[in-house]
């Protein structure tokens, strides 16, 4: 790797740390709007640092170079002062293939998904991430498979290649069963295609709950401050003999699974008794 590399990355890092202290004469909506540009940037940055060091590494695209994204943007938390209590890691020491689910907040979670990330696991986003210059090619380069969601069949056959390789590589995929973002206290309906996924390949489904963002991050109120992550990764559920038909059940019984230890993780316990939405068809 170049030294005009290091020296890049090292002295943007070095500026916005700078630069932060700065944020406390703003207004609040003048605070957020700075503080999600420097993300932007920094992802930026990061990507454009990762990049050489992921082709010098490991010659091209391969999920090996995730632990190189994730030992870059592990750092991103001490800038914006986040802190993650993680349990259940040990939940991941599992030598087979196995889809791992997990809810899906902010723009934040990539930070939260690199704290905790399991070796040989990559993900599924969809495709328009792909044209994002650098961010786009450092998710290519980790072998992050994307998924056209606009077209039904194409993302059925990605994800039937997709249920091959995870036996052929023998590795994880990590997938936000909501689909989008969602920020309102609470789980979207879950998609699917994940348990489909998993059935289809009868590999294990490993949900993972992050608590609430909103405490120190809500784009309505224009708040971003530091904050703890509470953070759990919770039994493997397994679907060996399942069949197609057990697909609903199974969204259904990790759903309300999610939802519950979301609530619980989040201090909102007595709220995980509601009506939820369920998963979608």
């Known amino acids: 790797m170049e030294p005009s590399w290091l020296l890049g990355g090292a002295a943007l890092l070095l500026l916005l740390l700078l630069l932060l202290p700065a944020l406390l004469a703003l207004s609040p909506a ?23 060091l992921c082709l010098l590494r490991h010659g091209g695209r391969t999920v090996r170079n995730m ?4 030992n870059i943007v592990k750092n991103f938390k001490y800038i914006y002062g986040l802190r993650f209590e993680a349990t259940g890691l040990e939940n991941f020491q599992i030598e087979e293939p196995c889809v791992i689910v997990s809810n899906h907040q902010s723009i934040l979670d990539m930070i939260g998904l690199m704290e905790i990330l399991p070796d040989n ?5 969809k ?18 498979v994307f998924i056209n969601r606009k077209s039904t069949s194409n993302a059925k056959t990605v994800m039937a290649q997709v249920a091959q390789t995870m036996l052929d590589e023998n590795v994880k995929v990590w997938v936000y ?13 879950f998609k699917k295609g994940a348990f489909h996924l998993a059935i289809q390949a009868q590999v294990p489904v490993i949900p993972v709950v992050y608590s609430s963002f909103s405490s120190f991050y809500n784009p309505a109120k224009k708040l971003f401050t530091s904050g703890k992550i509470r953070v759990e990764v919770l039994q493997p559920i397994e679907t060996k003999g399942l069949k197609a038909e057990d697909v609903t059940d199974l969204t259904e019984r990790c759903y309300c699974t999610m939802r519950e230890t979301f609530f619980r993780l989040s201090g909102m316990a007595n709220e995980a008794n509601g009506s939820g939405q369920g998963p979608q068809q």
Do not use: H, W
């Open 30 to 52: 003048a605070r957020f709007q700075l503080k999600i540009g420097v993300y932007c940037v920094l992802c930026l940055a990061a990507s454009a640092l990762a990049v050489p």
């Open 67 to 70: 632990r190189i994204i994730k």
């Open 121 to 125: 696991c990559v993900q599924i986003g």
């Open 127 to 144: 495709k328009e991430l792909l044209y994002m210059g650098p961010v786009g090619l450092i998710m290519y380069l980790g072998g992050v």
């Open 177 to 189: 069963p909501e689909g989008t973002r969602n920020g309102n206290g609470d789980l979207l309906p």
